[in-house]
């Protein structure tokens, strides 16, 4: 296995040296070109043919080669990873009440479909369980993830989506993990290999950095240390940056109170399109949820392949304020029936939209949601034995960011999977979508349903 420790030390000080001559994407306006070298290469290297000699022509090719991939894109397989996502949400949202937080079903799955690459026996069969990939081979789950990560690549001019993978070894273990495994994660997820000294603590420093680089700088750090029984990190990084459809104009951004679950209320700032504006695409649907009328809104990115999503209470005028829904039982809901059955619903009303801004980071381990969904073998020994004998994982760590604006959504998730070894509103109701309460939210790929982001914001501030 080849060594790329050098090649991480040049990342490393390509990275810092950006950083301190003040090079972060932060405040950067949306690359509408070409992502280039950072987005994963999914083995699909034939260049589409130029359809004309225009700017606008060569996007219409990359288009019609992204979307030949999403369509290709199993919707049990979409569905799986959605499913999957919503459970590890809900759970996580019940135990983070008052507090905003993000994951990426999208980051997860692929690095769990990664991890089950090193499953055997009824380890595999309980990990294919858990994960919704049911009487699915592996080869089959692995052309299914190589066809979504290939759609997601220049999907769209207006938006930047890059996904990374990479597999890190310790160096005095390296010949002992077996050569089929590294080879599927190369071949079908672009994962970068990685050996390296895990007892020296620049190992850890290169990790970070390879996360602060395919993030764009959002989150540069998901590992502290590495523990003595590890021998292995597989990570996946998503990096998301998308201007709206059409611009939210900043000079109409308003200071207005916003009402906590206990009741209490604080000021936030929200961006608003009105009903006698041109929407362009956004769409509202009214749905009841515990007996309670629930207010969603759709706003899309770009072309209108990708779009934000968000669902909040939207109370009768006289109900009281300590009897609305709160928006952990709408994540329940959504959960127990499904999100694609709440879609349904959605149609388009020249309805008014008033959203907060907000921007929040959010970190969690994964480990213990994953035990309490079925998945246990994986943490014991042998979990992980196609890999090699005695690998099992030890941890998962999932970290996000989100920043939502006037102008658009920048996200970012990083997975890691450590590996170790045992060796004002109207006389009834607000007519439109205020998210003047705590809300749900997700970022959803619109050709085939992948849920890249989703989250819930509990107290919306934002800081320029």
Same mark, same amino acid.
């Given at each position: 296995? !080849?060594?790329?420790? @050098? ?40 260049? $589409? ?25 199993? !919707? ?80 769209? !001019?207006?938006? /930047? ?18 050569? +089929? ?27 970070? %950095? ?10 540069? !750090? ?32 308003? #200071? ?13 700032? =929200?961006?608003?399109?009105? %009903? ?6 956004? #769409?509202?649907?009214?749905? /009841? ?18 779009? @934000? ?5 939207? $109370? ?19 959960? +127990? ?14 309805? #008014?939209?008033?959203? $907060? ?10 480990? +213990?949601? @994953? ?62 979508? =205020? ?6 939210? @997700? ?6 349903? #992948? ?14």
């Amino acid at each position: 296995m !080849k060594r790329n420790i @050098f090649k991480l030390l040049a990342v490393a000080f390509v990275f810092f040296l950006m950083v301190g001559c003040g090079g972060s994407s932060e405040g950067d306006n949306t690359d509408t070109g070409d992502s280039g070298d950072t987005t994963a290469d999914t083995g699909d290297t034939t260049e $589409p043919a130029d359809t004309g000699d225009t700017d606008e022509g060569k996007w219409e090719a990359k288009y019609k080669k992204a979307d030949g991939h999403a369509e290709k894109v199993s !919707k049990d397989v979409v569905k799986a990873n959605n499913d999957l996502g919503m459970k590890l949400f809900s759970s996580l949202a019940s135990e983070e009440a008052g507090k905003n937080m993000m994951i990426s079903p999208l980051s997860i799955s692929i690095a769990m479909a990664m991890v089950t690459n090193g499953a055997s026996g009824e380890n595999l069969d309980e990990m294919k369980d858990v994960l919704g990939f049911g009487s699915m081979d592996l080869p089959a789950v692995n052309e299914q993830f190589r066809e979504l990560i290939a759609s997601l690549v220049s999907a769209d !001019k207006d938006l /930047v989506l890059e996904i990374a993978n990479s597999i890190w070894l310790d160096d005095a273990i390296a010949d002992e993990i077996k050569e +089929e495994f590294i080879a599927v994660l190369e071949d079908s997820y672009d994962a970068e290999l990685f050996e390296a000294d895990f007892g020296d603590d620049a190992t850890v420093e290169l990790i970070n %950095s390879w996360v602060a680089e395919k993030t764009h700088g959002k989150i540069v !750090k998901i590992i502290d240390g590495i523990g003595p029984e590890s021998v292995m990190h597989l990570i996946n990084a998503v990096y998301f940056k998308a201007a709206w459809s059409v611009a939210f104009n900043k000079d109409a951004t308003f #200071t207005r109170e916003f009402i906590l679950a206990d009741g209490t209320k604080t000021d936030a700032d =929200y961006m608003g399109f009105f %009903s006698n504006e041109k929407n362009n695409g956004i #769409t509202y649907g009214n749905y /009841v949820i515990s007996d309670q009328n629930v207010a969603g809104v759709r706003i899309p990115y770009g072309r209108d392949a990708f779009a @934000f999503y968000a669902y909040v209470a939207n $109370p009768d005028y006289d109900t009281p304020e300590d009897e609305v829904i709160g928006v952990d039982e709408i994540i329940g809901k959504i959960a +127990e029936k499904g999100l694609e059955w709440y879609l349904s619903f959605a149609k388009h009303i020249d309805y #008014t939209i008033r959203l $907060p801004k907000f921007k929040f980071e959010y970190n969690t381990s994964l480990k +213990e949601v @994953f035990e309490s969904l079925g998945l246990e073998k994986l943490f014991g020994s042998g979990g992980m034995s196609a890999a090699a004998p005695s690998l099992y994982v030890s941890g998962i760590t999932h970290k996000t960011y989100i920043d939502v604006n006037e102008e658009g959504t920048e996200a970012a998730a990083v997975t890691d999977i450590d590996v170790g070894d045992t060796g004002d509103e109207g006389p009834n109701r607000f007519q439109g979508f =205020y998210g003047k309460r705590p809300f749900f939210f @997700f970022i959803r790929d619109e050709r085939n349903g #992948t849920i890249l982001f989703m989250g819930k914001v509990e107290r919306p501030e934002y800081e320029e």
